[in-house]
């Protein structure tokens, strides 16, 4: 096919770009699952030059959940009034000691849905059951959510709540410069969380870290040029805010949306799986939506929970360690027999090296 | 009792349940004929008989491009032709739950009827059972199928071999995405309709075309082309390639994907087919595939490697290679 074709050409196009621009070594961190599995799935790896290493970070909100926030849900589960509806992506991971499935397998009442509109349905049909919606996610989900809960708030829903776990990514991003583990010499940033943010929050890390943030789309020229504009400014010295996914994402952001998560929520201090407790990066329901806050509403007891001892979740999360060189990965820890979440969400970086990496296709 | 319990995720067609497969059920199944884990076993005799059986359990029983009563004639008829048989007899199990409408029930039999008449079998025994309100869902169903060998050897899952051309008839993952979008928890405004339909007038074609050249068919229903690939790879103990660019596309079922993020390779389908055939008569299969209802879209899209084996890789659009893994849990909930 002819467009097929066009777009090859492009690709490798931009490849030989890069690689004329990448002459000493750089590394640049993606921080959003779709950016991961995009990566895993075209194979971009293979079209980059050896002096141009691509690290997955925290961008995978699943993963990011820290044990202590699953061992909630499973509390909540376990509780026979209780209804937990959530993303299919949760069912899976281990807690301290089990997962939601191995919870509904044995009769705790979890459903998968694939919006929190579809869980507030459920508590409308079901007003003898608690529904509790898992809020994973970040700035992406969270304005959803947001609404989901004001429309809540609207109906006058006496059965319904929400267990907030959303988390905001340059927050993150901030913490991984600032604990200077891992050198990161660019940002791909994210393109859906930067639909809602803007390029605001980007700019405060390139100005106090200087080091340069592109945003970029998923398909594999959208990442290329990424790529290739983070490169361009590591070789010119430069470190900026470029938007190179501008067919959707505005200077400003989407404006409704952040008025729906400020109306909503405060930013509070989160936990983090692998990055600990980090300042105002994390949502938390606004006091005046509290009976719709199942932290609230279920008095749940902050857990100190840590990780499975052979997981290294948390350092594949700050790109610390790549999945390919964690010493679980495809032994102790398989899509089939996880030990953390990357290796379950769809969107983790130990899910998507499993997939497409796991052995050197060449 | 507290031990293990059974979870969706090993029922989702992938890793997992052929994992439970393999360890609980296998052991209790004949050591010479039951162990084989093909769509259908061939039993020994003059006749040539072979023998399956499968369970429908579906939601929601009516879908776009079929219901549970066509599902559960094409399932089972597919799966007596992905063995190079001709199915000829059918036996219907029903479990059917307190409080189902009657209507859904005439429904289902009318289809019955209709995809028996289609596929030319006979349906000629079965069994039905009322069971409490929430002890099932609506109707659940069982055929058995019997069908003739139409060729000795016939096509199996262990006979790929490095060199043979790689056959599908049509897009994939249909099903699935017809099931999600009508399921309505999506909102998606999808047309796409299942694909649902009996295959062994087609495979008739097919073997008649290539005879024993026709290496291996599966159909790649849960777990889809992915699931379908990695098994003849590891039966036979070759690898494949497959080519991204030379797939039949359904631009619904893409669509809905890209949203979804499922990969299509992944998605069910319950009238598609892969033919594992040798070179010399991959182009007249194909142009017999074409020429039918059934496969006007067929495609060439791959080849059986030497190894290494059990793989499957793809090479994508962009000219660069990954691996097609087998879905490992519960993907979709239940759509056949």
Known sequence: MPEEVALRKQVEALARQIAKVAKRPMQFMEVCGTHAHAVGRLGLRQLLPETLTLLSGPGCPVCVTPTGEIDWALELAVRPEVTVATFGDMIRVPGSLQSLGDLRAAGAQVQVVYSPTQALEIAAERPDREVVFLGVGFETTAPTVAATIQTAARQELPNFSVLCCHKLIPPAMAALLAGGEVQIDGFLAPGHVSTILGLGPYQAIVDEFHVPCVIAGFEAHDILQGLLALAE?????????????????????????????????EIVPARWRGLGVLPESGYALREKYAQFDAVWRFGLQPSEAGEHPLCHCGEVLRGVRRPLDCPAFDAACTPLHPLGPCMVSSEGSCAAAYRYDRVEVK | MSGPQVTLAQGGGGLQMQELIARELVPACDAELGRGLEDAVVLPGAERLVLTTDSYVIRPAIFPGGDLGKLAVCGTVNDLAMRGA???????????????????????????????????????????????????DGIFANTAGVGFLRQDPPPSLRRARPGDAILINGPVGQH?????????????????????????????AMLKAGGEGVHALHDPTRGGVAAALNEIAEASGVGMEIRERDFPRDAGVDGACDILGLDPLQVANEGKLVAIVAPE????VLKAMRGHQYGAESALIGEVLEGPAGRV???????TRRIVDPPSGELLPRIC
């Open chain 1, 233 to 265: 400014q590591v070789r010119d010295g430069r470190a900026e805010v470029e938007n190179r996914y501008g067919r959707t994402v505005r200077t400003e952001g989407n404006p409704v949306a952040q008025a729906l998560l400020e109306e909503v929520f």
């Open chain 2, 86 to 136: 001709r199915p000829v007899y059918l036996t219907l199990g029903l479990i059917v739950e307190e409080g189902t409408e009657l209507e859904l029930l005439r429904t289902v039999m009318r289809s019955v009827a209709a995809a028996c008449a289609e596929a030319g079998v006979a349906l000629v025994t079965g069994d039905f059972k009322v069971v409490e309100r929430d002890s099932g």
């Open chain 2, 176 to 204: 699935g995405v017809a099931l999600l979008a009508a399921r309505g928890e999506l909102q998606l405004q999808v047309t796409v309709q299942s694909d649902c339909a009996p295959l062994a007038d087609l495979v008739g």
């Open chain 2, 281 to 284: 008569v991959a182009e007249a």
């Open chain 2, 313 to 319: 890789s793809l090479r994508t659009a962009l000219g």
